[in-house]
């Protein structure tokens, strides 16, 4: 049973360009998260996702970045016009049913410089 | 708000000695309270995890201590490795579903 997936794993980007970075729950996780990593710092939680469904999205800054879980597919964090402050590791993790908000499974993380 | 602190910032141990962590968080709502373990370059990875209605757990060389009156807890690694250095994350969950809030992270590193 592969462990949760993401790609790229490294993403460089110019200001004003957009990055679109994935994520594929382990099998037979339904639920997304989505956290953001500055450096030395901790984890800063983004966006709680379902199929098809946003649950929490009170970390998301308000402009410029979304985040999707479609039906089919991995999921989607979309930072559109990227500036430098948006540099850090994206990671994104998933828990089965049943087991909301405490077991997450974390991915190795997208780590995004923004030039 | 802060709603859980970590601290030290930094630990060094020598190998066969004791790391110890700490977390003091301020919402009473919290239901699970997992330690998560994290090398360089990769995704956190959970190490171990109490709920409040016990005060101690403990898995291999790895303890929780759990003070719910003090609204505390510590990660105890007993017999320290080299391969322990990682940065270690406390973390609160509330009951229900909702979203880990993480401590600012401690930097161990383990010296022969």
């Known amino acids: 049973n592969a462990g949760v997936m993401q790609n790229p794993r490294h993403l460089v980007r110019r200001r004003g360009q957009e990055a679109r970075l994935r994520c594929s729950p382990m099998?037979?996780?339904?639920?997304v998260y989505w956290y953001r990593q500055l450096p030395e710092e901790g984890l800063k939680f983004m966006v709680y996702?379902?199929?098809?469904?946003?649950?929490?999205e009170s970390g998301m800054p308000k402009e410029r970045f979304s985040a999707e879980f479609p039906k089919e597919g991995p999921s989607i964090l979309r930072i559109q016009q990227v500036v430098r402050g948006d540099s850090a590791a994206y990671f994104c993790?998933?828990?089965?049913?049943?087991?909301?908000?405490?077991?997450?499974?974390f991915g190795p993380g997208t780590r995004l410089l923004v030039l | 708000q802060q709603q859980v602190k970590q601290s030290p910032q930094s630990l060094i141990v020598q190998k066969g000695g004791i790391s110890i962590i700490n977390c003091a968080y301020e919402n009473t709502a919290f239901d699970y309270f997992p330690w998560y373990q994290q090398f360089p370059g990769k995704g956190p990875a959970l190490l171990i995890a109490?709920?409040?209605?016990?005060s101690e757990k403990k898995e291999g060389r790895f303890t929780i201590s759990f003070n719910k009156s003090a609204k505390q807890f510590s990660l105890h690694i007993m017999d320290s490795q080299p391969g322990d250095s990682a940065t270690y994350f406390c973390a609160v969950v509330p009951g229900g579903y909702q979203k880990v809030t993480f401590g600012t992270g401690t930097k161990l590193q383990v010296i022969p």
């Open positions: 099998k037979g996780h339904s639920h």
């Open positions: 996702l379902q199929k098809e469904n946003i649950i929490d």
């Open positions: 993790a998933s828990s089965p049913p049943g087991q909301v908000g405490e077991t997450q499974y």
């Open positions: 109490i709920r409040p209605d016990v």
